[in-house]
């Protein structure tokens, strides 16, 4: 599915980070175990599997 970019609150409650690489964040769901990028602004820019979010990270 397509991402939609859409306004993030952050996840402070149900959003662990697993990597930060200068304001963009990889964060992993704690209920269903997604994952989604966020930019420094806490927009949500991509969403799906762990694997592949942590590669398009590391590209930024």
Do not use: H, Y
């Amino acid at each position: 599915m397509p991402n939609i970019e859409t306004s993030t609150m952050g996840g402070e409650v149900f959003w662990e980070n697993i990597a930060n690489i200068n304001g963009w964040k990889l964060q992993k769901n704690k209920v269903f175990g997604n994952c989604r990028i966020i930019d420094p602004n806490n927009v949500r820019r991509a969403w799906g599997g762990e694997k592949v979010l942590r590669k398009a990270l590391e590209n930024l």
